[in-house]
């Protein structure tokens, strides 16, 4: 009988030659494997890559055999791979290199593996970041962080040379991070000039001046050896009254009359005429020709010419219109200085806009529910909109009233060097009383101060709401006036002859005094009239009152024989605060009669800030003999005044912009043919106007003589860009 281990010895070799000894499909010497790869990532993210450079990361293959394997990449663009092949060692492993080639935004590729029959395929994402420019201002060095996508500053070394911002220092060093100076001499070492140094225009020089000689025909004159003497005035140096027929003129330092000599010149030129000269005893002009326009432009509809507010806005050499009609419906349009279309604004719900105000924070219009702003630049999109009802109203049970409106307007709202946007809202009872009857009433029964954030993300928030305005329950309010100082101080005036000044640099409302300036609770014409300068307010068109509420000045409105009505606007004042420049309907009838249109008059008045007094007065009309339509006025440097009015003329009105000073007219120039006027600007030598030519709108450009004033209070809405804000001297 056989044993079992010798009867199973022939099956256990055969079976372990069958497991260890097959090679089946296998390459010789490769230890029978089967070729193959995979990738060892499945994405890869590249992060975020400055636009325009080049990212690189690996992906890892690994063997799956002991075989080696050559694999294929490719990858979709903006990616890309180093090499198209590579081999992959059996059992080991090997790096696909893939680049990133950034754009501006995010990116998605893949790559594809192939090898030996198989295909694998790996996510790639990236981001590129386009670079914001980084303004580097002096002693400072910049550079872009990918990662945040800002800007980083950081100081420049010590020591760097560089150029200070003052004129009035040299040799400029940087100190941390700051560039530093030292002090520039102006000493020009000569007794006869006043040296100085302007931060802007570095040294700046001027003659000395000497004291005025106490006899006429000397003047006085700077030796640099002597000091100030007097010497005798240049034989026929005028020295007293002047007129085309006899002069007072100095001869070896005596004044003496002589007769005029012929071609003397009488009057200055202007912008469409040429100056005057002495002929025959008379001061003659050539004829005034008409002022020729700059640019004529068509404003593409009908002005906006509502509530009061300016037609027309100018803030840093663009003009800005409010425009109805045409295809486009009601838009805010602007064009630049020299009449080229910025851009076309179209209101969201193609209602009409009242301009308000312009800064470079934005334009401020009102609108049927409230304020809005609109971008000063690009497109002129909407940035805000502010209902009355944030504002916020009085409450329901105020006054037995019910539901309220608010309402304010062209002089109730002004802007801050920052562009916040004050506002004086009146409230209005819808309904009151127990059987929810609608009230008329002749004014609102509240009213309060309220200011709206002008930058940022709070656009058109509200930021400070005064307390309520009110006379009594049932007793409207006056008509109010809002205006503000170079400090930033708010002036709030009623022509119920309340007047309130908030300190407010800081945004807030801090009462810093408040006066009823009535007689008796009316005050004498209730004029909504406010101009702030030179530490007054000028209300009303009756008082001067000073900011730090000194005395008040009532202007002296006694006709004599005429009958004065004060106009509310344009009331003016220079940067020094005087004097006023006031203008009034005058009748000149002898028993007191009411004139009609032909016989009235305006008169524009130049009135003292200390006394209320006038200084001067004269007919502020193109014609004495015809009657006129006054516009508007602004301030010219050197004291004089500027005013756009219309004449009637046989063959149709025209419109005239005149120049005065010391109660003289010392030009007067028309424009072209026989335009309607809906509007004006004033902005250094130029004059904007609005006006209407044969059914079509047009904005139109003419250089004028004299600069217009952008201190103090220089036209009717505090200045070209309405903001009613008081101006730096």
Partial sequence: MLSPVRSWSPLLVALVLAVGGCRCGDEPGLGGTREGFRPQEDAVDFGRVLEGEQARRQVTLLATARGGITVKAAADAPFSVAMPEVTVPGSGTATVEVVFTAGNGEAEGTLLLEGSGDTESVRLTGTGVRPKPCPVPQCRQARFDVESGECIESPQEDGAACIPESRCQENGRCASGVCVGTPRSCDDDNP????????????????????????????????????????????????????????????????????????????????????????????????????????????????????????????????????????????????????LLRFESPYPDGGARTLLAASDAGVVVLATEGLEGYAPRGDGARLWEAPYATMPPPPDSFADAGAWRGATGAGRVALTGEGDVWAYVDWWPLERGNDGGAVSLPGPLAARLVRLAGLGDDAGTRAFAGALETRGAAEPLGEGRLGLDVAGTVVSYRTDGWLAFLDAPDGGGTRMWSADLSDGGVSPFGSASLAV?????????????????????????????????????????????????????????????????????????????????????????????????????????????????????????????????????????????????????????????????????????????????????????????????????
């Fill in 533 to 729: 300068a030179g530490g007054r307010a000028l209300v009303g068109a009756w008082a001067f009152v000073p900011m730090d509420g000194g005395s008040q000045a009532r202007v002296d409105w006694d006709g004599g024989a005429r009958t004065l009505v004060p106009l509310a606007e344009p009331a003016l004042l220079p940067p020094e605060g005087a004097p006023g420049y006031l203008f009034a309907r005058a009748c000149g009838l002898a028993d007191g009669g009411t004139c009609t249109p032909e016989e009235e008059r305006v008169v524009l008045r130049a009135v003292d800030a200390e006394t209320g007094r006038v200084r001067w007065e004269v007919d502020a009309l193109p014609s004495q003999e015809l009657p006129g339509t006054l516009h508007d006025a602004t301030l010219v440097r050197g004291g004089a005044v500027g005013v756009l009015a219309t004449a009637a003329q046989p063959d149709g009105p025209r419109v005239w912009f005149q120049l005065f000073a010391g109660g003289e007219r010392l030009g007067m120039c028309p424009l072209p043919g026989h335009p309607r006027l809906a509007g004006a600007a004033f902005v250094d030598g130029r004059l904007h106007v609005v006006v209407e030519r044969g059914g079509a709108w047009l904005l139109e450009s003419y250089g004028v003589d004299g600069q217009a004033e952008t201190g103090g209070w220089p036209q009717r809405h505090g200045g070209a860009s309405g903001a009613r804000r008081e101006s730096p001297p």
């Fill in 192 to 339: 006869c000039t006043v040296d100085s140094c302007s931060p802007t225009e570095g040294c700046v020089t001027s003659p000395v001046a000497c004291p005025a000689p106490t006899r006429p025909c000397r003047v006085g004159l700077c030796d640099r050896e002597e000091g100030c003497t007097e010497v005798d005035a240049a034989d026929f140096t005028p020295c007293g009254s002047f007129d085309c027929k006899e002069s007072n003129v100095c001869f070896k330092g005596s004044c003496i009359k002589a007769p005029t000599p012929e071609g003397t010149v009488c009057a200055p030129a202007t912008a469409c005429q040429g100056e005057g000269t002495c002929q025959d005893g008379e001061c003659e002009r050539p004829d005034a020709g008409d002022l020729e326009y700059v640019f004529r432009q068509e404003l593409g509809g009908e002005p906006v010419a509502e509530d009061g507010g300016p037609v027309l806005l100018v803030q840093d050499g663009a003009l800005f219109a409010s425009v109805c009609g045409g295809d486009a419906g009601c838009r805010l349009v602007s064009f630049t200085s020299g009449g």
